[in-house]
């Protein structure tokens, strides 16, 4: 049972314009979104996170925006550049404020820029 | 952001031997780390709740006898995998929480990857 779902294996965008990754989730007890960034055989790098009663979070070149009735997320990159080519994953938290849980992941997509 | 370290980067062993992965936060301290594993083009999925002073939490269908997890400070928690088998064979990855602006943050390790021959 997928709970957190990245249905794009990968994506490719052209350096310089906007890149959009999606994710789904089921579990509306979720309570905050992270994006990583990973590339082989490296642990993720924390990108950004989303709690649940905001809408968008932004930092840089990187947008958050999140619907909690689509349960629905999306990572935007603007613009979008070289160095940006990875794996990027979604996770989600039953996070309560009260301490951390474990992530749940979903299976990324691959992010190609091409030049 | 916080650093995490894991050592080995990379073992290979012979199957039936037992393998420890040390995960460590350095500028910070950890009450909880969280172990996960990653399958090759698979996502990352929760093995275990790392609990200092505690005994660890294992997710459904991870064997606690045969992940061991110690959480022994702080700043460390170690992850061993006994009497591993080749289908043990995977990249373990190791987090832990920092306080972040709207909640706790997880920085994850750089991994190690198992082979078991």
């Known amino acids: 049972d997928q709970q957190v779902k990245q249905n794009s294996p990968s994506l490719s965008v052209q350096e310089g314009r906007i890149s959009i990754l999606n994710c789904d989730y089921t579990?509306?007890?979720?309570?905050?979104f992270l994006w990583y960034k990973k590339y082989p055989a490296e642990g993720p790098t924390f990108l950004i996170s989303i709690s649940s009663i905001k809408d968008k979070n932004e930092d840089g070149r990187f947008t958050v925006f999140l619907n909690k009735s689509a349960k629905h997320l999306s990572l935007h990159i603007v613009p979008s550049q070289p160095g940006d080519s990875a794996v990027y994953f979604c996770a989600a938290s039953l996070y309560s404020g009260g301490g951390a849980d474990g992530l749940t992941f979903g299976k990324g997509t691959h992010l190609i820029i091409q030049p | 952001g916080a650093v995490v370290s894991q050592h080995p980067s990379r073992v290979i062993c012979k199957s039936g031997t037992s393998v420890k992965i040390e995960c460590r936060s350095l500028?910070?301290?950890?009450?909880?780390m969280f172990w996960y594993r990653q399958f090759p083009k698979q996502s990352l999925m929760l093995m275990a709740t790392?609990?200092?002073?505690?005994?660890?939490?294992?997710e459904q269908g991870v064997e606690k006898d045969k992940f061991l997890i110690n959480h022994a400070s702080l700043t460390l928690s170690t992850l061993t995998v006994t009497s591993a088998h080749p289908e043990d064979s995977s990249f373990y990855i190791c987090s832990a929480p920092s306080g972040g602006a709207w909640g706790d943050t997880q920085y994850f390790g750089p991994g190690t990857r198992l082979t078991v021959l």
């Open positions: 790392s609990n200092e002073g505690s005994k660890a939490t294992y």
């Open positions: 579990n509306s007890m979720f309570d905050y």
């Open positions: 500028d910070f301290q950890a009450t909880t």
